[in-house]
C-alpha cells in the first residue's frame, strides 16, 4: 500500500510537473513582469514627449546668450522736433509695443520685452511672427510717429540689427517690432 501510495504521488508529481507546475508560475511571472515594465516605460514616455513640447511661454523665455552686433546708428533724416526729443524727455509708457519673434530662436521675444519694460516701454503683447526668416531687426510705427520711431532704433541700436523701419503700421498697438536672426 505504501508502494502504492508512491506511485500515486509520483503520478501526480508528473503530472504537476508536466503541465507546468512551479517553472509555469515562475515563466508566467517573468513576462507578467515584462509587460508590466514595458507598459509603465512606454506610459513614461508618453508623458515626458508631451511635456517636452515647448508652451506658448517657453518660446519666449530669456535665452543663455546674446550677441549684439549692430554698428548702425539712427539716420538724421528727422524734422528738429523729433530729434530733440530725448529719452528723458518722452514718457515711454505711454507706448504699447508688440513683440514678434521672427527669428525662431526660443526666448527672443522675452529677451526684447524685458530690455523694453526696463526702459520704461509698455509691452502691448509677444507672439511669433508670420515667419521665422528675418535676418534683421524691423521696427514698424504708427502713421506719423516718428519719434517713437527714433526712440526705439535709438534705445535697440546696442543689442539689435536694426533692418527696416517703417511709419505705416496700423495695429492696435503703438508699434510692432520684429525679431531678426541677426
Same mark, same amino acid.
Given at each position: 500500500?505504501?508502494?502504492?501510495?508512491?506511485?500515486?504521488?509520483?503520478?501526480?508529481?508528473?503530472?504537476?510537473?508536466?503541465?507546468?507546475?512551479? /517553472?509555469?508560475?515562475?515563466?508566467?511571472?517573468? $513576462?507578467?513582469?515584462?509587460?508590466?515594465?514595458?507598459?509603465?516605460?512606454?506610459?513614461? $514616455?508618453?508623458?515626458?514627449?508631451?511635456?517636452?513640447?515647448?508652451?506658448?511661454?517657453? $518660446?519666449?523665455?530669456?535665452?543663455?546668450?546674446?550677441?549684439?552686433?549692430?554698428?548702425?546708428?539712427?539716420?538724421?533724416?528727422?524734422?528738429?522736433?523729433?530729434?530733440?526729443?530725448?529719452?528723458?524727455?518722452?514718457?515711454?509708457?505711454?507706448?504699447?509695443?508688440?513683440?514678434?519673434?521672427? /527669428?525662431?530662436?526660443?526666448?527672443?521675444?522675452?529677451?526684447?520685452?524685458?530690455?523694453?519694460?526696463?526702459?520704461?516701454?509698455?509691452?502691448?503683447?509677444?507672439?511669433? #511672427?508670420?515667419?521665422?526668416?528675418?535676418?534683421?531687426?524691423?521696427?514698424?510705427?504708427?502713421?506719423?510717429?516718428?519719434?517713437?520711431?527714433?526712440?526705439?532704433?535709438?534705445?535697440?541700436?546696442?543689442?539689435?540689427?536694426?533692418?527696416?523701419?517703417?511709419?505705416?503700421?496700423?495695429?492696435? #498697438?503703438? #508699434?510692432?517690432? $520684429?525679431?531678426? #536672426?541677426?
Amino acid at each position: 500500500m505504501e508502494e502504492n501510495q508512491q506511485q500515486i504521488r509520483s503520478r501526480r508529481s508528473y503530472i504537476y510537473d508536466s503541465k507546468g507546475g512551479k /517553472s509555469r508560475k515562475k515563466l508566467f511571472a517573468i $513576462i507578467g513582469g515584462i509587460v508590466i515594465v514595458i507598459l509603465i516605460l512606454i506610459v513614461g $514616455i508618453t508623458i515626458f514627449s508631451n511635456n517636452s513640447e515647448p508652451e506658448d511661454e517657453d $518660446i519666449f523665455a530669456t535665452p543663455a546668450e546674446s550677441q549684439p552686433t549692430s554698428t548702425q546708428s539712427p539716420t538724421p533724416t528727422t524734422p528738429p522736433e523729433d530729434t530733440s526729443n530725448s529719452s528723458s524727455d518722452v514718457d515711454k509708457s505711454e507706448y504699447s509695443i508688440l513683440v514678434q519673434n521672427g /527669428s525662431g530662436t526660443a526666448g527672443a521675444a522675452g529677451r526684447l520685452t524685458d530690455i523694453l519694460g526696463d526702459l520704461g516701454y509698455t509691452i502691448f503683447d509677444t507672439e511669433n #511672427a508670420d515667419n521665422f526668416d528675418y535676418v534683421e531687426t524691423v521696427i514698424r510705427v504708427t502713421s506719423g510717429n516718428k519719434t517713437l520711431l527714433n526712440l526705439l532704433k535709438n534705445d535697440l541700436k546696442d543689442d539689435y540689427t536694426i533692418g527696416e523701419t517703417s511709419t505705416d503700421y496700423e495695429g492696435s #498697438a503703438s #508699434a510692432v517690432i $520684429i525679431i531678426g #536672426a541677426e
